[in-house]
């Protein structure tokens, strides 16, 4: 019917169009809110097409336009990219059913303005999801970056202002000072940028560079947020909270580990850097954030910033993985994208339910709150399991993989700190649904309070509700359910 | 030596050295384009200096004469002369035109009226 | 038969058209008529161009008397591509030049300014064309003198004194130009662009020359605003009249670079000069240099023209660097980079110009809310900023990706690194304005959009769109710079 090149155009196509749909029927939010579900729909739908050819094999792929003689604009669909694609978008659907019931519900101001940049940035998403080399996936990284900071910086406040300069700053930073100097010095070496298995620098240089190369990579991949990169995540909390649940749980962190695990794959080439070794310091730069950030999540009483310290934590779960540059290791980090796009966006749809609902933001003022709210800290509760890595939650893989491993590449050092950062993970995690059953209520009003119209807590909006249960029910059957991912990412790790 | 038989090039690096001083250190304006004009002028005398030939007579074509001096350095003067005097009257005018707006033609007092307002 | 004369058709007819122009004493017959004398050039150095590309370079004997004798015009694909982009610029300033002039110079003088503009006009074709050194000196002077007037022509009274230290300057700059073509008439005899590249290697050795070449690169170093000898132009382009900015930003020092290019390589072609060891470190010095401070400078500055004319300063800082780069990725750097700072440039400065009609003010403070009152002109300031930084999908995106490659290919990564460290200072300065326009709220009264005129709006909008184009699909501008450089080079003949 239609190719599969012209599919992918269209992935990107729908959302790009969608968003101006928005635009244009923004003075009737209804019918506004129709486009957005409706795009988001039908990118699910056509992205899914794309899916059996991938796991079949096939590549399907396409040349938009020659940028510079030798570099061109191209796509090329593989299996990590699929995965993340169908993420993204399978969770943008439910995304917006969260914001209708949010948006409304937070009484929030310039909302078309928010969808219309949601719906850019999910374009921006697919984009470096499907991009068939480094040029094209920096370009989408990029656009990423500029579209959502508007998101960001949505309330306009004053804080707003600082948090976007540090988020701005920080991303543009990295990604220009660090990974386009490692773009270019690849295609100097290699006069290639394409995503190629097996990798692209094998044999073309010394390892001193190929060492430096990745480094660079890592550290300029500014979404993965390794330290002491990671400041912007924490910033970009005074999103709204669909913001911050899409994008940076979902769409920009996992663009982030998604970009580290592609280039260690398709530029780098994993046997070639198991076989010059020179990825073991990095392994340990990732095993300190997962530390290192959990620590910090266990200080911080608002609960987004401790959801986005733990996010930090987890996505150098995914950078371990690809730095361990075995199979186990590369599996578990493309299992960690899924598991944990699923557990976090249940997490900040409940931190954002009990914004709306009964406008807490501080952990402290939160006891006794699951009486009136037993849906939303139940789902908190479930989804907080699957990311300490309990079965029967999809956490519960990625991790096993995970500390296979690292077990396989005989560090037995970095297996504690996966075990460490679970612990802290029960710590910090549980610590909340826990005061929500069975803490006291506060005597005195929280730190952000809004006289309410009739004095009472009640659930979140349906649409919120909608949208939690959806994503909760989602890491239980990702973990009974895992083949369909297990079997893609296998033929990433096949020779 | 040489010195004496090129005494036309010392002349050029005096008057050179001389106008580029003057538009550096005065503050008056109109001495600063008279200073352009004396380092306009070592070039003119650079030009023709060049294109004096030795025992060749005025590079006008007569009978008899064998060996000209070079015309071409002359004609590239005339234009530079022509340059020179079209940069001289239009920073004059500007001159007038400073007078009239800052009632000074020193560029100190005129830096001082800026920096107050 | 016409065809045979464009090369000189170029620049005769803005030549005599500005004394015509001087005749029409109505300001809007005076504006059809320079609308229509741009567009001409325009169609003439288009027509050169793909003359150029397919046929070869295009020699033309001015008056029949050949060369070496005569003065020879010579149009390879550089001097095209320049004489394109000069022309091209000069289409569209002007018809966004007919309300913004008469905002800024009392009506009955305004055919005064299309004639001086139509003399710049011809000085920087002809510079572009002509294969004299000394005709180059010539129009040189026409286009910087007609330049002191367009400036001079500024409300604001410092624009006065603006002009005359920038003819101060300038004529310092064009007489050292004259010193050095002078001896090098001196030990070659000749004045044409190609003899002399023939002559040069048998005299390359003496002192004269040597002199002769300091001269020249000082010259041309202070027409191109160069690190240090860049004092005249951030007062320049903040006080003269924005479309006088607009088309000397994006024009006059793009020339003299091309200038510059033309002597360095075609008269000294024959000769190592840049290669002898220290002159490419300290042209590479003095570039590294001017990129930092330009912009460096820039972050502080309240007034947004001159916060742009600071930021000139280091884009040519970028184009210098990479011609000291001497490699073909390095010229190709700075060749494609002369076309992208004039879109960029021309396009920003233009919004400037449409947040003056409409706002009266060009500080940054006055910009509160701008973002909601004038949000086609914001939206282009935002992309085009987006182009200075160098953001990928966007012009300025390619001439970084050619200088960092040119420096990586070198082996020089701590000029890479510098070429990334000031391109994050550039987002510095484009993010003070949007932060203003954006996220503050406008002033009280002041709530109603109303956006600058179509005249306006279009060519900055045609410039923005040619910004995104050429950055989303380079091939076409690339090859030419990149032909160019290696015919500069020597690399194809």
């Not at chain 3, 000082?218 to 860049?230: E, T």
Request: one cysteine or more; a neutral charge; charged letters at 10%.
């Amino acid at each position: 019917m239609i190719s599969p090149g012209m599919t992918i155009l269209l992935c990107l196509f729908v959302p790009f169009v969608g968003s101006f749909l928005i635009l244009a029927t923004g003075s009737r939010p209804n019918l506004r809110e129709t486009m957005t579900l409706l795009t988001a729909i039908t990118l699910f739908l056509l992205v899914a097409s794309i899916y059996p050819l991938v796991a079949a094999g096939e590549r399907p792929g396409i040349d938009v336009v020659e940028m510079l003689p030798g570099l061109s604009i191209a796509f090329k669909v593989e299996p990590l990219g699929m995965a993340f694609a169908l993420i993204a978008s399978f969770l943008w659907i439910f995304t917006s059913i969260y914001s209708i019931g949010y948006m409304r519900g937070h009484h929030e101001e310039n909302q078309t303005r928010f969808y219309f940049y949601f719906a850019i940035s999910l374009m921006a998403a697919i984009g470096i999801a499907f991009a068939g080399n480094m040029i094209t996936l920096f370009i989408f990284y990029e656009v990423l970056t500029l579209c959502t900071f508007p998101l960001v910086a949505h309330h306009g406040t004053e804080e707003s202002k600082r948090a976007g300069r540090v988020y701005l700053g920080l991303l543009l930073g990295t990604s220009i000072a660090f990974q386009l100097f490692a773009i270019i010095w690849t295609w100097v070496i290699t006069g290639t940028l394409d995503f190629t298995k097996g990798g692209i620098l094998a044999g073309t240089t010394d390892n001193l560079t190929v060492a430096i190369l990745l480094a660079l990579y890592v550290f300029g991949i500014g979404k993965a947020a390794v330290m002491p990169f990671h400041r912007w995540l924490p910033a970009a909390m005074v999103a709204p909270t669909p913001v911050s649940a899409l994008l940076h749980a979902v769409a920009v962190v996992k663009a982030g580990v998604f970009t580290v695990l592609k280039v260690t794959v398709y530029i780098f080439g994993v046997n070639f850097l198991a076989d010059i070794n020179v990825s073991e310091w990095l392994q340990y730069a990732a095993a300190i954030t997962i530390l290192l950030s959990s620590l910090v999540a266990m200080t911080k009483d608002n609960l987004k910033a401790r959801l986005a310290y733990s996010t930090v934590s987890q996505l150098s779960y995914c950078v371990l993985g690809a730095m361990l540059v075995n199979s186990w290791g590369i599996l578990g980090g493309g299992m960690q994208i899924a598991m944990h796009a699923f557990a976090k966006i249940t997490l900040f749809f409940c931190a954002g339910a009990i914004l709306v609902a009964a406008h807490k933001t501080e952990i402290s003022d939160m006891g006794g709150l699951g009486k009136t709210m037993p849906f939303t800290f139940t789902a908190f509760f479930l989804a907080s399991l699957s990311i300490i890595g309990l079965p029967p939650f999809g956490g519960a893989w990625s991790k096993f993989y995970l500390a296979y491993g690292a077990l396989e590449a005989g560090q037995l050092a970095l297996v504690a700190a996966l075990m460490i950062s679970s612990l802290l993970n029960v710590y910090y995690l549980l610590s909340i649904p826990f005061r929500g059953f069975f803490g006291r209520p506060p005597e005195t009003p929280g730190h952000y309070s809004r006289p309410q119209s009739d004095g009472e807590i009640h659930e979140a909006p349906i649409p919120c509700l909608i949208a939690i249960s959806v994503s909760t029910v989602g890491c239980v059957v990702l973990f009974f359910y895992t083949d369909p991912l297990y079997n893609l990412l296998k033929q990433i790790i096949l020779p | 030596m040489e010195v004496f038989g090129l005494f036309n090039y010392w002349i050029v690096i005096v008057l050179m050295m001389v106008g580029f001083y003057i538009v550096i250190t005065q503050h008056n304006l109109v001495k600063k384009v008279v200073g352009l004009n004396i380092f306009q002028v070592s070039v003119f005398i650079f030009y023709i200096s060049m294109s004096k030939i030795t025992g060749g007579t005025a590079p006008i074509l007569t009978e008899g004469a064998t060996l000209y001096g070079n015309p071409l350095p002359h004609v590239l003067i005339l234009t530079a002369i022509v340059v020179g005097v079209a940069t001289t009257a239009l920073g004059l005018a500007l001159i007038v035109r400073i007078q009239k707006a800052y009632g000074t033609i020193e560029d100190d007092e005129i830096e001082a009226q800026e920096s107050e307002s | 038969m016409i065809q045979a004369h464009l090369p000189a058709l170029q620049v005769i007819i803005p030549l005599i058209a500005a004394p015509f122009c001087l005749l029409i004493r109505r300001s809007d017959l005076a504006w059809a008529f320079s609308l229509l004398v741009t567009w001409c050039t325009f169609a003439i150095a288009l027509i050169l161009l793909l003359q150029v590309n397919e046929t070869g370079t295009i020699s033309y004997p001015m008056g029949d008397w050949s060369a070496p004798y005569g003065i020879e015009y010579k149009v390879d694909l550089l001097s095209a591509f320049v004489l394109v982009i000069v022309s091209g610029i000069g289409s569209v300033v002007m018809p966004y030049a007919r309300l913004s002039i008469e905002r800024e110079i009392p009506w009955p003088r305004i055919y005064l300014f299309y004639t001086m503009y139509l003399l710049c006009l011809c000085g920087l074709l002809g510079i572009a064309i002509t294969g004299d050194v000394f005709n180059l000196f010539v129009f040189l002077e026409v286009s910087s003198l007609s330049s002191y007037v367009l400036i001079a022509l500024g409300k604001d009274r410092r624009a006065l004194t603006a002009a005359f230290r920038y003819l101060i300057m300038g004529t310092i700059g064009a007489t050292f130009y004259v010193i050095g073509v002078g001896l090098m008439y001196m030990m070659t005899g000749s004045l044409n662009m190609a003899d002399l590249a023939k002559l040069m290697p048998l005299v390359a050795e003496t002192r004269t020359i040597q002199a002769a070449i300091a001269f020249l690169i000082i010259g041309l170093g202070l027409k191109l605003a160069l690190f240090p000898l860049h004092l005249w132009l951030p007062n320049a382009y903040t006080y003269a009249p924005t479309v006088v900015t607009i088309f000397l930003a994006a024009t006059a020092t793009k020339v003299a670079v091309y200038a510059f290019l033309r002597i360095i390589f075609t008269v000294f072609g024959n000769v190592p000069v840049l290669q002898k060891e220290f002159m490419t470190d300290f042209l590479m010095f003095l570039a590294i240099v001017a990129m930092f401070a330009g912009s460096f400078v820039a972050i502080y500055q309240t007034n947004i023209k001159r916060m742009l004319a600071y930021s000139s300063i280091a884009q040519i800082g970028y184009m210098v660097l990479g011609i000291s780069f001497i490699s073909v990725a390095g010229l190709t750097g700075g060749i494609i980079h002369i076309f992208n700072h004039a879109v960029v440039k021309g396009a920003l400065f233009m919004a400037v110009g449409c947040i003056f009609i409409k706002m009266g003010s060009v500080y940054i403070e006055d910009l509160a809310g701008a973002g909601k009152r004038m949000p086609v002109t914001m939206a282009s300031f935002v992309i085009c900023g987006l182009g200075l930084i160098g953001v990928p999908l966007t012009v300025g995106f390619i001439s970084k990706w050619y200088l960092i490659l040119a420096a990586l290919d070198k082996g020089l990564w701590p000029i890479a690194a510098a070429i990334v460290g000031s391109s994050l200072l550039a987002v510095i300065y484009v993010w003070r304005v949007i932060e203003v326009a954006y996220f503050q709220p406008a002033p009280e009264g002041a709530e109603t959009r109303s956006e600058a005129p179509m005249t306006m709006l279009a060519p900055m909008w045609f410039l923005t769109l040619a910004s995104v184009y050429f950055g989303v699909d380079a091939t076409r501008t690339i090859n030419i710079a990149e032909t160019a450089a290696a015919y500069l080079l020597k690399v194809i003949q």
